[in-house]
């Protein structure tokens, strides 16, 4: 499929901008940015693998803010077009390794750096995050009742578990989470009955939790993709589980946060979407 056109407004002057008589846009320094971030979604404190943080350093202050479930050269073009000169996304370009600045991955860091886009990853903290969360937000979005954290990764629980206000059938609550996510969701009946009410939610690869759902006595467990090796659990630990897509289960953390970073400083912010059907 041939991808749209994208126009790249490219910045060479890494100074502080300076704007038209009469343009009332906020410019917040990076560093003082990325100090908010690190501590409200309490970086430090999750053992990942993906590299939280700021991870691409531009320019030093901020007046615009994209938001991207993954960090590809598309999304970092489109945030260059957006005016943006801070991208927030959960997927980030560097995940506890040693990476050669070769090829792609050269590429997006190239373009990024050369538009003094500023890149901040938030992986794990952004999961498990009470308020601004992928699972908090989807719990509150599914009205869930009696929630807590459950499903430890890094150290964390980064799911939420809870109840339905009333019993639905399987086939309605995959359709209900059909249009809050806008994927078409997999249902894998597993034995655990026809009615979902109690419930855990893991966004992305949570298909590794079925049998710690299973333990806590639920009936259904909502996550994004399916691994082959667990398919088997679900039958036979008598568990439903709907499979609702990696990407579209997280893109509710990157715009909740910032949302919530435009609250706090003013920013204006766009969401970048760029589905992968995965």
């Given at each position: 499929m041939r991808r749209p056109r994208i126009t790249i407004s490219r910045m060479t002057d890494f100074s502080d901008p300076v704007y038209p008589s009469g343009d009332q846009r906020r410019a917040v320094p990076l560093a003082e940015l990325t100090a908010w971030l690190d501590e409200y979604l309490k970086i430090a404190d999750f053992k990942d693998w993906s590299n939280n943080g700021l991870q691409v350093e531009g320019n030093s202050v901020v007046t615009r803010v994209a938001a991207s479930v993954d960090t590809s050269l598309r999304s970092i073009e489109e945030a260059i077009a957006s005016g943006a000169n801070l991208m927030l996304v959960h997927h980030g370009l560097f995940w506890n390794k040693p990476l050669m600045v070769t090829g792609p991955h050269r590429r997006r860091i190239q373009t990024a750096l050369d538009a003094g886009l500023s890149i901040y990853a938030a992986h794990l903290p952004l999961d498990a995050h009470p308020e601004v969360g992928n699972n908090a937000m989807m719990a509150a979005a599914?009205?869930?009742?009696?929630?807590?954290p459950a499903f430890g990764s890094g150290g964390h629980p980064i799911g939420q578990v809870g109840e339905l206000p009333y019993e639905?059938?399987?086939?309605?609550?995959?359709?209900?989470?059909?249009?809050?996510?806008?994927?078409?969701?997999?249902?894998?009946?597993?034995?655990?009955?026809?009615?979902?009410?109690?419930?855990?939610?893991?966004?992305?690869?949570?298909?590794g939790f079925i049998e710690e759902a299973a333990a806590l006595g639920l009936d259904t467990l909502l996550t994004g993709e399916p691994e082959h090796k667990h398919f088997h659990d679900a039958f036979e630990l008598g568990l439903n589980v709907v499979y609702a897509g990696h990407y579209e289960t997280e893109v509710f953390g990157v715009r909740a946060l910032a949302a919530r970073m435009e609250e706090q400083f003013g920013l204006p912010w766009q969401f970048l979407h760029l589905p992968t059907g995965l």
């Amino acid at each position: 499929m041939r991808r749209p056109r994208i126009t790249i407004s490219r910045m060479t002057d890494f100074s502080d901008p300076v704007y038209p008589s009469g343009d009332q846009r906020r410019a917040v320094p990076l560093a003082e940015l990325t100090a908010w971030l690190d501590e409200y979604l309490k970086i430090a404190d999750f053992k990942d693998w993906s590299n939280n943080g700021l991870q691409v350093e531009g320019n030093s202050v901020v007046t615009r803010v994209a938001a991207s479930v993954d960090t590809s050269l598309r999304s970092i073009e489109e945030a260059i077009a957006s005016g943006a000169n801070l991208m927030l996304v959960h997927h980030g370009l560097f995940w506890n390794k040693p990476l050669m600045v070769t090829g792609p991955h050269r590429r997006r860091i190239q373009t990024a750096l050369d538009a003094g886009l500023s890149i901040y990853a938030a992986h794990l903290p952004l999961d498990a995050h009470p308020e601004v969360g992928n699972n908090a937000m989807m719990a509150a979005a599914l009205s869930l009742q009696n929630t807590s954290p459950a499903f430890g990764s890094g150290g964390h629980p980064i799911g939420q578990v809870g109840e339905l206000p009333y019993e639905l059938t399987l086939q309605d609550f995959a359709e209900r989470v059909q249009k809050l996510t806008g994927e078409i969701c997999l249902v894998h009946g597993g034995g655990g009955g026809t009615g979902v009410r109690k419930l855990g939610i893991v966004s992305g690869s949570g298909a590794g939790f079925i049998e710690e759902a299973a333990a806590l006595g639920l009936d259904t467990l909502l996550t994004g993709e399916p691994e082959h090796k667990h398919f088997h659990d679900a039958f036979e630990l008598g568990l439903n589980v709907v499979y609702a897509g990696h990407y579209e289960t997280e893109v509710f953390g990157v715009r909740a946060l910032a949302a919530r970073m435009e609250e706090q400083f003013g920013l204006p912010w766009q969401f970048l979407h760029l589905p992968t059907g995965l």
